[in-house]
C-alpha cells in the first residue's frame, strides 16, 4: 500500500528529548498544534541494556517506564473521536515493543478510544547474532567474544524502512526498539510524500530535520540557554519545536505561540552541530548526510528555514550498541563548609585514600573529588581561584563485586566521627556498572519487521 503523495506541508512535533522529558509539551503540542506526527524520541545508549533487564525479569515489561503515563496524556488529544488525528511514532517500545503495543491499546481502550491500530516494529535485538559472530569492538578493538559471558543486549540501529511499512498499513501510533534518532522523524515523510528509499539527496535534508527535532527543548532554548550571554524567555515553561516540511524536505523549525522559549537561528545552529562528529559524512541507517552545505534562515520570529542537505548512498553495516556488565560502582559523598572548609575536604580525601588502602579495599579504579573545586577541570585550573566556602568531597571506585564497591562508601561514612570537623550531608551508593560499546554488523543479518495490535 502506497500513500498518496503529500503536497502541503507535513507538521512534525518533537513530543520527547529523552527517556525522563517533560510531559506537558508534547501535551500542548497535541492539542494546539494541527500536527500530522507526534514523535517521542526515548532512547539513549544505556537505556535499552537497562530495558533489557527489566523485560528479563518480566517478559511484559521492557519497554519505557512512562509509556502509561505519556499515552494517557496525549492519547485524548492526538485520537480524536472527530475531526483529524495525530499519528505517534516513538521508540519507546525499548526493549519489548510489543509489550508496549499491548500495554498501549489497553491503554486506548480504558480511554473509549476503539479501533486504534498500534505497530510495534521489532528487528533490532541481534544479541544472538553478535554472540556467534567473530566481531571486535569498533572502541576498544577487543573481541567481543572475550565478553560474551557479560553480554546483555545488542541492538542495531534500524532505518525508517519498517516504519513506513508501518504507516502504509494503517498504523496510528507506531512503537520501535532501537531506531537511529533521525529516522523516527525521516519515516514520516518518506511516507507522505512517497520519496524513494534511494533517494540520497532528499534523505539528506530529511535527516538533517530528524536531527534538529530529535532532542526536542534543545532547539527551543533549553539546552542553549546562558544567563546573561544567550537569555531565554520562560524557560519554566518551554515548548518543544515543530518542524513544517515541504515535499523537497526544505524544513520550517518553529514553536507554538503561547509556550515558552525561543527559536533562532543560534538554537538552530547549535543543534545542527550536535552530536554529528564529521558533518560531510554523517553515518546513518538510511543516508550517510551531508550538512556542510545547510543554510539557516530566519523567516519570523521564532520561524527559521533550514535547507541545503545533502547526502550519499547508506553504508553496508549497521551500527550496533552493545551493553555488558562492568563490574560495580561504591561512591560516598560528604560536605563541608565555613572557613577553612577546604583544607578539611582535602583532609579528609586524605584519609580515606589511606584508608581504603589499610583494610585492602580492591578497586580498579578510583577517582577522589572535590565538587566546587576540581571535579570538573582538575586541580591545575582550581589553582588560580578562590578558595570556596563551601566544598563537597566524592569518592568513587570501581570494583569486582558489589561487596567491595559497598566498602568505598562505607569508608567515606565513617569520617562523620573520624574525620575532620564539620562534615555533613553523607551519601552513599553501590550499583552494578552497564558499560557500552559498538560494532559494526552487515545489514543482512538485520530484519526489520512489524506487527500490528488493535485497541
Known amino acids: ?9 507535513v507538521r512534525i512535533g518533537a513530543g520527547a528529548g529523552y527517556s ?9 503540542l497535541a492539542e494546539h498544534g494541527a500536527l500530522d506526527y507526534l514523535v517521542f524520541e526515548c532512547l539513549a ?5 537497562i530495558a533489557q533487564q527489566a523485560r528479563s525479569k518480566d517478559p511484559e515489561l521492557g519497554y519505557d517506564p512512562l509509556l502509561e503515563t505519556r499515552m494517557a496524556a496525549v492519547l485524548p488529544a ?3 473521536a472527530s475531526g483529524k488525528s495525530v499519528r505517534i511514532i516513538s521508540n519507546m517500545g525499548a526493549a519489548n515493543p510489543l509489550a508496549a503495543a499491548r500495554k498501549t491499546a489497553g491503554i486506548a481502550r480504558s480511554l473509549g478510544l476503539g479501533g486504534v491500530k498500534i505497530a510495534a516494529v521489532a528487528g533490532d535485538d541481534v544479541l544472538d547474532v553478535v554472540r556467534q559472530g567473530n566481531f ?5 578493538g ?3 567474544a572475550s565478553y560474551r559471558d557479560r553480554l546483555v543486549s545488542a541492538n542495531a540501529y534500524l532505518g525508517a524502512a519498517a516504519i513506513v511499512e508501518a504507516l502504509a498499513a494503517g498504523a496510528q501510533i507506531v512503537l520501535t526498539g532501537r531506531v537511529a534518532d533521525p529516522s523516527l522523524f525521516v519515516a514520516p515523510l518518506i511516507h507522505e510524500f512517497g520519496w524513494q528509499m534511494d533517494d540520497w539527496q532528499t534523505l539528506g535534508q530529511a535527516t538533517v530535520t530528524g536531527h534538529l527535532l530529535e532532542c526536542a527543548g534543545q532547539i527551543t532554548g533549553g539546552y542553549f540557554a546562558d544567563p546573561g550571554f544567550k537569555d531565554v524567555p520562560n524557560l519554566a515553561r518551554l515548548g518543544f519545536p ?16 503561547e509556550a515558552g522559549g525561543r527559536v533562532t537561528e543560534a538554537t538552530c545552529k547549535e543543534q545542527l552541530m550536535y552530536e554529528i562528529h564529521d558533518p560531510q559524512r554523517y553515518l546513518q541507517p538510511d543516508v550517510v548526510a551531508d550538512f556542510t552545505q545547510v543554510r539557516v534562515v530566519q523567516e519570523a520570529p521564532d520561524r527559521i528555514r533550514v535547507s541545503g542537505g545533502r547526502g550519499t548512498p547508506r553504508t553496508d553495516t549497521l551500527k550496533v550498541s552493545v551493553a555488558y556488565f562492568d563490574g560495580y560502582i561504591g561512591e560516598g559523598q560528604i560536605s563541608y563548609g565555613g572557613p577553612g572548609a577546604l583544607a578539611r575536604a582535602r583532609l579528609a580525601l586524605d584519609i580515606v585514600r589511606e584508608r581504603l588502602a589499610l583494610t585492602g579495599v580492591e578497586t580498579r579504579e578510583l577517582r577522589f573529588d572535590l565538587i566546587g573545586v576540581n571535579a570538573l577541570h582538575g586541580d591545575t585550573v582550581a589553582a588560580g581561584h578562590a578558595e570556596p566556602y563551601e566544598v563537597r568531597v566524592r569518592v568513587a571506585g570501581r570494583a569486582e563485586s558489589l561487596a567491595q564497591a559497598v566498602r568505598i562508601g562505607n569508608e567515606v561514612e565513617t ?11 553523607v551519601t552513599k551508593s553501590a550499583r552494578e556498572v552497564v558499560a557500552v560499546q559498538s560494532v559494526l554488523l552487515p545489514r543482512e543479518h538485520v530484519k526489520p519487521a512489524f506487527s500490528l495490535v488493535e485497541a
Open 1 to 9: 500500500m502506497i500513500a498518496t503523495p503529500h503536497r502541503q506541508p
Open 20 to 28: 525522563g522529558d517533560r510531559i506537558e509539551p508534547a501535551v500542548e
Open 45 to 49: 545508549e544505556r537505556t535499552i541494556a
Open 78 to 80: 492526538a485520537m480524536r
Open 136 to 140: 571486535c569492538f569498533e572502541e576498544s
Open 142 to 144: 577487543e573481541s567481543v
Open 242 to 257: 515543530i518542524a513544517e516540511v515541504a515535499p523537497d524536505g526544505t524544513v520550517v523549525i518553529t514553536k507554538l505561540p
Open 415 to 425: 569520617l562523620y566521627t573520624n574525620g575532620p570537623a564539620g562534615g555533613g550531608g
